[in-house]
């Protein structure tokens, strides 16, 4: 099933045109150097990378593709104009404000960008004739977090403490109601043509990722500056996973919704499988290691702002009704992120990029 997926994907998008919202971002720019090795015509929109050293910038794939464009998804005026323009025929929209504890300094901000970005591209969406497929990137905090040792099913309440989690659980309500208000299965062929779905996906780590406030990237600042790595909340239980694993499950859903446009149109968890759900100390463990140096210090903070504690995804539905499921698991995940951090200082990021998508399909 797996082999029968890959070339699925790969033919489907093949001199296809794509939008990528946040493509300049940790996963973006990932997606966006997969859909070029596999020929695909992509547009980028969004606003500048944070870093010189942001895998977007050190990668050059914005050189490479179609159409590498700055716009903020606040202004809906300015997207729809984009939309007319380049007429994509799948979208992938990634662009967010993602981080929990800046959620915090900037709720409004998180708010604008997460709802009202999510809706503008929807809009956009309905005034371009083009569209196909959307995939919509949420998070696994979308849902009502119980702190429950059992992982979400895609049918379950949406909620969240923090601004973040919180604005993603509305950004979910709101595709859920877009969907049934101008995109229902029942009026496709008829009224539009458009098949939209939301995903969600667990903690994602990986090469090229230098955002404030995750392990990953904290752990690298402090390796490369021979400092010990302080894990600020070691026992918080994570769903880890490579970036290239919710990446494949994007591809592959939009893969089946231009296949079969009702059949798919839904939100589903993109996890990895339960021996991979693991303690931040230990896949700070694990990134040392693999690393080959470094030492950690439990750093937590009694008044620290709320994370959650557990967090866990129930990916059966992927598994049985895509034929998706994690190809990695927490070790290999680990040693992958490792050693694009080892490497990218020294080797064209582009390639080393591209070797680890083959290396991950095996």
């Not at 323009?85 to 993602?98: D, G, I, M, R, T």
């Amino acid at each position: 099933m797996r082999k029968e997926n890959d070339i699925q994907i790969k033919e489907t998008f093949r001199g296809r045109r794509v939008l990528v919202t946040g493509h300049t971002g940790f996963k973006g720019s990932w997606l966006s150097i997969w859909l070029h090795e596999m020929g695909a015509e992509v547009v980028g929109v969004a606003l500048d990378p944070q870093s010189e050293k942001d895998n977007y910038v050190l990668s050059g794939i914005g050189g490479k593709i179609k159409a590498d464009l700055r716009a903020d998804i606040r202004d809906g005026e300015r997207l729809k104009e984009i939309f007319r323009k380049y007429q994509p025929e799948v979208v992938f929209h990634l662009a967010a404000q993602p981080l929990v504890r800046l959620s915090y300094e900037i709720p409004v901000e998180t708010y604008e960008v997460n709802v009202m970005g999510s809706i503008n591209v929807m809009e956009a969406v309905r005034v371009t004739e083009s569209v196909r497929a959307v995939v919509m990137i949420t998070t696994d905090k979308c849902y009502e977090n119980r702190e429950q040792l059992w992982g979400y099913r895609e049918d379950e309440p949406m909620g969240g403490y923090d601004p973040y989690s919180s604005s993603k659980g509305a950004a979910e309500i709101a595709i859920s109601s877009w969907r049934r208000s101008f995109f229902t299965p029942e009026d496709y062929g008829r009224k539009h043509h458009v098949s939209i779905a939301s995903a969600r996906a667990g903690n994602v780590i990986g090469g090229g990722d230098w955002a404030k406030d995750r392990i990953v990237p904290d752990c690298i600042r402090a390796l490369e500056a021979g400092k010990e790595v302080e894990i600020r909340s070691p026992k918080a239980i994570r769903p880890w996973q490579h970036v290239l694993e919710p990446l494949s499950g994007y591809l592959l859903l939009a893969a089946k919704m231009l296949q079969e446009p009702t059949t798919y149109c839904e939100g589903w968890n993109f996890g990895p499988r339960m021996e991979s759900v693991s303690t931040v100390w230990e896949v700070a463990t694990l990134l040392t290691k693999y690393y080959g140096q470094g030492t950690l210090k439990n750093a937590s903070v009694p008044d620290a702002p709320h994370e959650a504690n557990v967090l866990m995804l129930d990916i059966s539905k992927a598994k049985f009704r895509l034929g998706w499921e994690p190809r990695t698991n927490i070790d290999a995940c680990c040693r992958l992120t490792a050693d694009w951090y080892k490497r990218y200082q020294t080797e064209d990021v582009y390639n080393l990029c591209v070797e680890q998508i083959n290396t991950f399909l095996g």
